[in-house]
């Protein structure tokens, strides 16, 4: 009988890991940020993206980023200047009320320096975000496969 629990425990296990790659939010008053997800990585630092929606009717700004994973997280912007691709550090990123704002690749992003670890598919990174209004908000970023010429 325990023997039949645990395969079948085994067997839904087994069918949740995909899953691990769907959208998963994470509401907190007004905000509510959409499918945080970072990079898998293979040195000591990895790209991190979300959408943040501001359904209140005033804005908020995101200040910062902490993780305990990363030595620090950086806001960043990357802009293409003469064909080459730049990284332009942001003090804060405003969440405009009735608006969402996307981290992608490509365009803003965290940036996860110094990272304790390497950074595997299907993990998950707890993250710290620091608003103006809404305070510390706790997230986490489910780590998926790299493609190639990212972060």
Do not use: C
Not at 2 to 14: E, H, N, Q
Not at 125 to 131: A, E, H, I, K, W
């Amino acid at each position: 009988m325990i023997l039949r629990a645990l395969r079948a425990l085994a067997a839904l296990s087994i069918l949740a890991v995909p899953s691990l790659g769907l959208a998963h939010d994470f509401a907190y008053g007004d905000l509510r940020i959409q499918h945080p997800w970072a990079r898998a990585t293979t040195i000591d630092r990895s790209a991190g993206y979300m959408a943040i929606a501001n359904s209140g009717a005033t804005a908020d700004v995101l200040l910062s980023a902490e993780s305990e994973m990363a030595g620090r997280i950086e806001l960043h912007m990357t802009k293409t200047e003469g064909g080459v691709a730049k990284m332009i550090p942001l003090e804060r990123v405003e969440i405009p009320a009735k608006k969402t704002i996307s981290f992608q690749p490509g365009g803003m992003h965290l940036m996860f320096m110094g990272l304790k670890r390497k950074l595997a598919a299907h993990e998950v990174v707890p993250v710290t975000l620091v608003f103006e209004r809404a305070g510390r908000v706790g997230v986490q970023f489910v780590v998926q496969k790299s493609a190639a010429g990212g972060h």
